[in-house]
């Protein structure tokens, strides 16, 4: 009887995980505004093509997503993994198709829904998760056959092939820490893990070799601007030994004009000091300094930084950790392997991708693209964090004793 009664006491959502993602999402429609909000064209256009505006409307599907979502067990949403995981490898392979998936900034990522740019990589990360924790619940006498490692490797790097296809760097390297997490969480056999590090560090150590020091007819097929960031960020101006004083000049000054980002970037997130210039005050965003298209997104943190200063960018953190720790605490609430699977799953996917962002707002990090999560203006991005917020607190309803 006592028991009855306390398991109905019990909460049904983590206040103290649903007040930090509250408080980011305030912050990420305060300095949104502030990053776009910046000149008078901006204060004249339509309500509707106002970043703010749209960041608020993205705010609330993705919060509407995030509840319809805990309506359902999750133990219901997993024998739907599989649909979702076809679904979203489909809508990958539209945006591949000329014509069908939409270019920007030299990259075909989107599909044009005419009133929304749809991004189906932030959604396959969910459907990784989803698919990758619904297959490693299974019995661990299994896990520890190379059949079952093999087949969650594979469930992991198709969508992976695909992303980084269009190409998406940042999203697709996001999955590769979340997959090898939940495999390590969920009992493959450490041997297993240790060679697929392994063998990913060779990968990528030849890869950096062959990008950055190898002949251009024995390089790697990229991008223009993947290997100039990677060029960047290592310090290695590309200047061949034969070149003339006017060749020489003019690869210093393009390696200049893609390191102005992050040299602006820097300055930002510096020039803040302790408490910042105030809110909507920030030189670097106001002159132009920091690229007006990226600030509200790629740099938001340093928009932050700079008009909040040190105590902004704490307190950006401090949310973050909050909801990081108590979304660890609820995969050891969760009452079965896979409630614990989803809560560790999103976590890592949560937190790769705010250490990739502010790594490479601050030089730690190549610039990715790698949205802030709940910070970052975009509609797909916002959407799919709040969504994987909701399937936390999915697990949290459906805990252990409830």
Request: glycine share 10%; charged share 15%.
């Amino acid at each position: 009887m006592y028991d009855a009664l306390l398991n109905e006491r019990q909460s049904r959502l983590d206040k103290l995980q649903a007040g930090a993602v509250l408080g980011l999402m305030l912050v990420g429609a305060l300095f949104v505004y502030s990053a776009t909000m910046v000149n008078e064209a901006a204060q004249l256009a339509p309500l509707l093509q106002q970043s703010w505006f749209r960041q608020l409307l993205w705010y609330a599907v993705g919060a509407g997503g995030a509840l319809a979502l805990c309506l359902v067990d999750y133990q219901t949403l997993a024998r739907w993994s599989l649909v979702a995981y076809g679904i979203t490898l489909v809508l990958l392979l539209a945006v591949l198709i000329p014509g069908v998936g939409s270019v920007r900034y030299g990259a075909r990522r989107w599909l044009d829904l005419g009133f929304f740019q749809f991004q189906p990589s932030e959604f396959a990360k969910l459907a990784v998760v989803l698919a990758l924790a619904h297959f490693l619940s299974r019995p661990r006498e299994e896990l520890k056959t190379a059949a079952v490692y093999w087949k969650a490797i594979g469930l992991m790097l198709l969508p992976f092939a695909l992303i980084l296809k269009e190409p998406d760097l940042g999203s697709a390297i996001v999955l590769l820490p979340t997959g090898l997490v939940m495999m390590y969480v969920a009992g493959v056999p450490r041997r297993f893990l240790l060679r697929l590090v392994g063998g990913v560090g060779i990968v990528m150590t030849l890869f950096l070799v062959d990008v950055l020091f190898a002949p251009p007819h024995w390089q790697i097929k990229l991008e223009d601007y993947q290997r100039r960031r990677l060029q960047v960020y290592f310090g290695i101006r590309s200047i061949p030994p034969d070149a003339t004083p006017a060749e020489r000049q003019r690869l210093l000054n393009e390696y200049r004009d893609y390191f102005h980002n992050i040299r602006q970037a820097l300055i930002s997130v510096g020039s803040g000091g302790l408490t910042g210039k105030g809110w909507r005050q920030g030189t670097q965003n106001a002159l132009g300094y920091l690229p007006r298209a990226v600030a509200h997104n790629d740099f938001i943190f340093s928009v932050i930084a700079e008009e909040k200063g040190f105590v902004g960018s704490v307190t950006v953190l401090t949310l973050y950790a909050v909801v990081l720790f108590t979304g660890i605490r609820i995969a050891g609430q969760a009452r079965d392997r896979l409630g614990r699977l989803l809560a560790v799953g999103v976590v890592t996917l949560l937190f790769s991708q705010v250490f990739i962002n502010i790594g490479m707002n601050i030089r730690l990090m190549p610039v990715t693209g790698v949205p802030l999560p709940l910070l970052s203006y975009g509609g797909s991005s916002v959407v799919g964090s709040l969504i994987a917020m909701g399937l936390m607190q999915n697990v949290y309803r459906y805990r252990k004793g409830y």
